[in-house]
């Protein structure tokens, strides 16, 4: 058959086969699949002559070639993944229209990318750092992508102030020096903003280095909402807790490991046939709840920097996803992979979380740059919905899934379907939590309750001991002693046995507190001072 058609359809179905095809099934071809007698022939005038512009062998190859780099992740550039499924195992059709946790057996295939934040792509995979852990469920109503951390907090509650810590953690703009043997601008960041010592403290703690992706649990972090089919919804906050335990290394110990360990390790244990697996819970609270925790206990759930008290909301299993699947080739599977937090299906929706609205965003944003605008038709990105799907989205660079004759506007001649409104708005949009966005940058006394229970309470002597030891270890490289007696008053808020150990492994005196600080990103609510 002649036909173009017969040609697309041949082009679509060999997806699989190009896939899982062996050099000794393939003929060499240029890129125009013109036959080649070898790879290492150029035309060239004579003997010892220059080369010919005809030769569009070489000038392929050297043009392909030129152009292999996409831009990295600007965050989260080091990284690796792998496919799976989830299953659900404890439906919640009370409290989400959310299809795959609708019944139980529902499953779903997913593709799940594990990284380290700051560095670059060919940087150390055990770095000191929190882990990205991002999962795209590909749902029948669409794709839900997870994009969480190992960490329930984060550094910060101010979207604005992002890119700035971003940047300390990348190479100096001058010098082009990275930071890995020089912490002081890290200090300066973090003891002018203490809203972050939550994250510090989890972060150069034991759960600082887990011992490879496997070993570590991920979290939503931010309140996100589950709205059920009466429209009626509850705030949530997601764990996905891994099935074969939490584990971490020493920094020490990871020294003495290869910069690819956490890669390694997922994809042997894959190949083994020992799949990891991680259970997927939810803990929920009413608007109602938020307001009281919010009066009664100063926690804020648009906040971060905080983590609901589990004793308060448990959390509740709904399902289990499993990663059996490596990727055949990395670059089109997992490197052009594009998670979004603002990828929701019906049954789940964003909070008012100020850094979660800047992320819905901002990912967008970097993949029409990193990838393309037509990201979305790479088959890993790709939907897979229990429906055929359309749109108005037309043409851009590598639009290769163009939605053919079909309309490129709404037309009354041939009209598009649309799924019934299943929800009512105003129960759902109606309502926001107040409180929240009015102290974005003030730090408060509420800000060290967390980090004073996980010091009083979660850590154990050796955990204590090992986190002063990573905290003298990183201030050792600081230059400038003011960001160090300032970042011990800080912890001497959390608890004064942190900052009293400190002083004497680092022998720097710190302030005694922070009620005569001024902080340069954060207005200071416990100073004595109110200009402060
Ligand atoms: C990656 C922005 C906070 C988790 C990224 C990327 C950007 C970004 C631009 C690169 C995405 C790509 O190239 O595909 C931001 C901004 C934030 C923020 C502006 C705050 C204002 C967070 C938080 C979390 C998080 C709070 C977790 C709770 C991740 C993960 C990735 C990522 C897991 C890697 C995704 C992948 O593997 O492809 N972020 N981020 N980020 N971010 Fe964030």
């Known amino acids: 058959d002649n036909s173009f058609a017969a040609h697309a359809a041949n082009q679509f179905s060999q997806y699989e086969t190009d896939r899982q095809m062996k050099s000794t099934d393939a003929l060499y071809a240029t890129s125009n699949g013109v036959p080649m007698p070898h790879p290492y022939e150029t035309q060239r005038v004579g003997e010892n002559g220059p080369l010919l512009l005809q030769d569009f062998h070489l000038i392929d190859l050297l ?23 989830f299953e659900c195992t404890n439906p919640i059709p009370d409290l989400t229209q959310l299809d795959l946790f609708s019944a139980k057996s529902k499953k779903c295939p997913v593709t799940v990318r594990f990284s380290t934040v700051g560095g670059e792509a060919g940087s150390h995979d055990l770095a000191r750092d929190p882990r990205g852990f991002a999962v795209k469920f590909r749902t029948e109503d669409g794709n839900w992508d997870l994009v969480a951390n190992n960490t329930p907090v984060f550094f910060l509650r101010d979207p604005a102030k992002f890119p700035h810590f971003i940047h300390t953690q990348k190479r100096d703009p001058s010098t082009h020096l990275g930071s890995g043997d020089d912490s002081t601008i890290f200090w300066d960041y973090l003891c002018n903003n203490p809203e972050s010592v939550h994250q510090v403290m989890v972060l150069l703690g034991d759960r600082g280095i887990p011992d490879g992706w496997r070993f570590m649990h991920g979290y939503s972090g931010h309140t996100l909402k589950l709205v059920n089919k009466a429209g009626d919804w509850v705030y949530c906050q997601i764990h996905m807790k891994s099935m074969q335990g939490a584990k971490f290394i020493t920094q020490a110990d990871s020294a003495t490991k290869s910069p690819d360990f956490s890669q390694k390790d997922l994809y042997d244990a894959i ?9 997927v819970e939810v803990q929920t609270m009413t608007p109602k709840q938020a307001e009281e925790l919010w009066e009664r206990q100063r926690i804020n759930v648009f906040d971060l920097t905080h983590v609901w008290p589990q004793a308060q909301f448990p959390r509740k299993k709904v399902g289990e996803f499993t990663l059996n699947e490596n990727a055949v080739n990395y670059f089109a599977e997992i490197e052009q992979a594009a998670f979004n937090p603002a990828h929701m299906p019906p049954g789940i929706e964003p909070s008012a979380d100020p850094v979660l609205q800047s992320r819905l965003f901002s990912y967008p944003d970097t993949h029409r740059h990193r990838i393309g605008p037509n990201y979305q038709q790479l088959p890993v990105n790709a939907p897979r919905t229990g429906f055929r799907f359309a749109n108005f989205q037309r043409d851009g660079s590598m639009a290769f899934y163009n939605q053919g004759a079909r309309p490129n506007f709404l037309s009354s001649i041939d009209p598009i379907q649309f799924r019934d409104r299943t929800v009512d708005l105003d129960k759902t949009h109606g309502h926001f939590t107040g409180h929240a966005i009015t102290f974005l940058s003030e730090i408060r006394p509420e800000d060290f309750n967390g980090p004073r229970a996980l010091w009083q309470n979660v850590w154990d002597e050796p955990a204590r001991e090992r986190f002063i030891s990573n905290v003298a270890g990183k201030m050792a490289l600081c230059r400038e002693k003011e960001f160090l007696k300032r970042q011990i008053a800080i912890f001497r808020e959390v608890d004064s046995d942190i900052a009293d150990r400190l002083e004497k492994a680092t022998g720097v005196k710190g302030y005694d507190g922070i009620k005569e600080l001024r902080f340069n990103g954060t207005h200071n609510g416990m100073a004595n001072d109110p200009k402060l």
């Open 63 to 85: 043009s392909h070639f030129d152009r292999e780099r996409i831009p990295e992740r600007v965050v989260h550039a080091k990284g690796g993944g792998a496919h799976g499924f």
């Open 271 to 279: 190949e083994r046939g020992e799949y990891p697996k991680w259970s």
